[in-house]
């Protein structure tokens, strides 16, 4: 009976568990003209995804080349994936991948699934938005790179209209997915980040700080600048 006892103890999976340091997975959200596009593409070499092809003025630009990144304008998801499954499987030097505003992208994608289902009411537009959403989702996690996801920033109305604050205009699900989820607000000449959820030990939740990418950068640590590293995808073999 003991050696049987001793026998499951074995073949026990779990393991102590260890500290690992992760790979940065940014969702960032605020009012207009908070500078949440600037915010964003200050992270180092990044393949920036401009849904709302804004991104393309004089400081945009300088910023841009500075940290030796590039620009893919479009809104179309399955350009999106496909740009996706290249950047997580193939070598190359980037390493953050920026979505701009997923708002943008998501109007767009409910704007053809209307289109599409006629009816109204129709739930299989948001089975569509859902199921594409999941798919580019799932690759950002996968992707050994820093991830940065912007969306436009709203009231958050309660019963009878009553304000309760602010929060991000896109799908539900996105503050789940994230390791680290910052309101971007102006204070004056300031950009404050407010940490609005947090698995990272140097951001503590319902803190703030003057938002700068170097002032991230030293309590995020070095790994945001870590080469990226290619990932095997699944085929559909």
Not at 158 to 166: A, E, I, S
């Amino acid at each position: 009976m003991e050696t049987n006892k001793e026998q499951k103890k074995t073949n026990r999976k779990a393991i102590k568990p260890e500290a690992v340091e992760k790979r940065l997975k940014l969702f960032m959200f605020g009012d207009y003209g908070v500078g949440k596009t600037t915010a964003a593409i200050s992270f180092p070499q990044a393949y920036v995804f401009d849904c709302e092809k804004g991104a393309t003025n004089e400081s945009y630009v300088d910023l841009m080349n500075k940290n030796k990144s590039v620009i893919l304008q479009t809104n179309d998801t399955d350009e999106i994936t496909e740009e996706l499954r290249t950047l997580i499987s193939e070598d190359h030097s980037y390493k953050t991948i920026v979505l701009d505003p997923v708002t943008t992208l998501e109007s767009d994608l409910i704007e053809k699934a209307q289109k599409k289902y006629t009816g109204e009411g129709d739930m299989r537009i948001w089975r569509d938005r859902d199921q594409c959403l999941r798919r580019i989702s799932n690759l950002l996690l996968k992707a050994d790179m820093n991830v940065v996801v912007t969306a436009h920033g709203k009231i958050d109305y309660g019963q009878n209209m009553t304000k309760l604050g602010t929060t991000f205009d896109g799908w539900k699900r996105w503050p789940y997915l994230f390791d680290l989820v910052i309101e971007l607000k102006r204070m004056d000449q300031d950009r404050i980040g407010y940490i609005r959820k947090t698995r990272v030990s140097n951001f503590v939740d319902g803190e703030s700080f003057k938002w700068s990418y170097e002032e991230f950068q030293k309590r995020y640590g070095g790994i945001i600048e870590k080469p990226s590293n290619s990932v095997k995808l699944a085929t559909p073999e």
